[in-house]
């Protein structure tokens, strides 16, 4: 195996122990919102893993806009170059 | 009791720096800066006064809204000195030490006419270390900076002048929205603190200085006006429309840009809208939350800013479409980043949570949700540009072949303590919460609040790791994004262009006729000089005409009497 690919290897075994370990701690708040009463501004905010929601549909949101703003105001690297 | 203005002192330091060899100017550049910062001991109070033309300047006046940003902005000016310890070049260090006194001196002016004279002074020795970048592209960014800041402090001087002509006080404090005088002083705020349209100069210029540079950049210019806005503008409800757009739009634009220089940038915008929704509320909290969420930001965004700089100095690029896997070849660097983008993300035990639920809880208290939601939307988005694009980009997504390896070591010592520090005011908030502006009894560490901020952060990268997975994560693209620099570099050149050439093309006939006309006047002139009716010939036209004008002025005076 070339050092290439074994870099390449190295770095997906990295990403696969990160998703492993944000699953487990997914796992721990998710079961931490049965017993802790988390006090908002609003009963939105005290719903059921709210924040939980809130960050994931945020998330998806944001790199969604990002991807359309990209037709409208993403131009080539020499653009003021003139 | 008089004493010097701290940072005055770094001022005038900053002249005999190139006559002191390399390392000595180093101990010597901390040694100014420990002086000035002794200089904070002396406590609360007005200290020194100077009476001109009628007025009292008040050049150093500190209270407990100065002190945490003098002492942050002394902590930065020592790292950005400890950053740049390999740099042999005595022009950068003598442009950085002079521009973090400035801004320190700005911190103690006492009046508008001394805030402006630091004001300004901020602008013209800050634009050398963009232009200590040494390239064209830096060139013209540098003079778009400087045309900003200027027109910033000639806004302040104009907004200043009409308050001592209308009410005689030019005293640097508390007022309202209510004439032109303080719409002119919030608007010069303004610009500096980058507010959304006018904040076109920081994504322009910051990205464009030195690896070493752009460090000094981000702690000063920006943090200076959020003091400005929390001294004279506290509890204006239109900062927090304007703050709650300056967390919100930039997280978009972050997305999409390749210079991981320029996403910090976009970063410390949103940043800036944080402490702007915060003076907006202007509650005693608040204004804890504005003062400890900057101070805790200059240290995480310089974090951000060295790391990258490392990156920079040692690849020579921080375009994401040509990093990555750096982690192996760069580990410190890599630890450092993932530090600062944790702090910036607001995780507990890190520093950016300690000083954001300040700001979030005295949100909350006014009922405004609509900016609280803003404001939480927003804390996602700095997790995704700064928490997450940044570390990933450079440090791991695929290997980009590099051959490199650790930067200098004063960059990882600077690297190392601003680190620790961030983990630190993590760990103990108090050491922060002990010299913010008003008494502060907060526990940012409560089960409820902890457990909210990690289900928003892990399931936010949850989204994260979802996408990579699917492919979904849009692909870094070498390109530049539009930004509000593009009005004036290319709408208003588009539009005016046509307008002056029809404007020169006039002016341009108009002297053609006139030159027309003069050839004739001299044609008679020369004809009277060489042959004239009596007397001697005239030696010269200019003779001539002082003797035509001389003779005319006879005749009134004579007429006259």
């Known amino acids: ?82 | 009791m008089t004493s010097l203005p701290p940072g005055l002192i770094m001022i005038l330091a900053a002249a005999l720096l190139p006559f002191i060899p390399h390392v000595w100017r180093q101990i010597y550049m901390i040694g100014a800066i420990v002086a000035s910062a002794y200089g904070l001991t002396i406590g609360a109070g007005t200290h020194f006064v100077w009476s001109v033309l009628g007025y009292e300047l008040i050049l150093y006046k500190a209270d407990h809204l100065s002190l945490p940003f003098a002492i942050i902005f002394h902590i930065a000016a020592a790292l950005n000195v400890i950053y740049s310890w390999h740099d042999r070049n005595w022009q950068q260090h003598c442009a950085s030490l002079s521009y973090a006194g400035a801004a320190i001196a700005a911190l103690h002016a006492g009046d508008f006419v001394s805030l402006f004279v630091w004001w300004e002074t901020t602008a013209v020795t800050s634009v050398f270390l963009i232009l200590a970048s040494n390239t064209e592209r830096a060139r013209s960014a540098a003079m778009r900076y400087l045309v900003f800041q200027v027109t910033s402090g000639v806004i302040l001087l104009a907004g200043a002048a009409i308050l001592a002509s209308s009410t005689g006080n030019i005293e640097f404090t508390r007022m309202q929205l209510d004439s032109l005088a303080s719409w002119l002083i919030f608007i010069a705020f303004g610009i500096k603190a980058a507010f959304p349209f006018l904040n076109g100069w920081l994504q322009d210029a910051y990205p464009e200085a030195t690896a070493t540079g752009t460090v000094a950049l981000s702690a000063f210019t920006t943090k200076l006006a959020i003091y400005a806005l929390a001294r004279s503008f506290p509890g204006t409800e239109l900062l927090i429309w304007i703050g709650a757009a300056m967390t919100a739009l930039p997280v978009f634009f972050a997305v999409i840009e390749n210079d991981l220089r320029r996403v910090l940038a976009f970063s410390l915008n949103n940043q800036l809208g944080f402490m702007v929704v915060a003076v907006g509320v202007g509650s005693e909290l608040a204004i804890n939350g504005a003062a400890a969420h900057a101070f805790v930001h200059i240290l995480y965004k310089a974090l951000l800013f060295m790391s990258m700089g490392a990156v920079l100095h040692q690849v020579g690029t921080v375009k994401a479409s040509e990093l990555g896997g750096l982690y192996r070849k760069m580990p410190f660097t890599m630890v450092c980043c993932i530090i600062g983008a944790m702090s910036i993300s607001a995780f507990p035990l890190f520093s950016g949570f300690v000083a954001k639920s300040l700001t979030m809880s005295a949100l909350g208290d006014t009922g405004m949700m609509w900016a609280y939601f803003v404001l939480l939307f927003a804390s996602a988005g700095v997790l995704e540009h700064s928490g997450i694009k940044i570390p990933y980009f450079a440090f791991f997504a695929h290997d980009s072949k590099h051959e490199t390896g650790e930067a200098p070591v004063g960059m990882r010592v600077a690297m190392g303590i601003a680190a620790f520090l961030c983990v630190t005011i993590g760990v103990f908030p108090s050491l922060l919460y002990d010299i913010l502006p008003y008494a502060v009894d907060y526990h940012p560490y409560d089960a409820a609040h902890v457990s909210s901020q990690m289900q928003l952060l892990i399931f936010a990268m949850l989204a994260f790791v979802v996408l990579i997975r699917l492919r979904l994560y849009p692909p870094e693209i070498p390109s530049v994004v539009l930004n509000s620099d593009w009005f004036y570099r290319r709408l208003f050149p588009a539009i005016g262009s046509p307008f002056l050439r029809a404007v020169m093309l006039v002016w341009g006939s108009f002297l053609c006729q006139t030159r027309g006309y003069i050839t004739a006047f001299q044609h008679i002139l020369d004809r009277v000089m060489h042959s004239p009716i009596a007397g001697p010939t005239v030696s010269g036209r200019a003779v001539l005409i002082q003797g035509g004008l001389l003779s005319l002025l006879l005749l009134l005076l004579y007429v006259a009497a």
Do not use: C, N
């Open chain 1, 1 to 82: 195996m070339s050092d290439q690919s074994k870099q390449q290897t190295a770095l997906q075994r990295l990403g696969a122990k990160f998703t492993k370990t944000l699953l487990l701690i997914s796992a721990v708040l998710f079961v931490g919102d049965f017993f802790i009463h988390r006090h908002g501004y609003s009963a939105l905010e005290e719903s059921f893993m709210f924040p939980a929601v809130f960050g994931f549909l945020a998330f998806l949101f944001i790199v969604q806009v990002g991807k359309w703003l990209r037709f409208a105001i993403m131009r080539k690297e020499d653009y003021y170059d003139d």
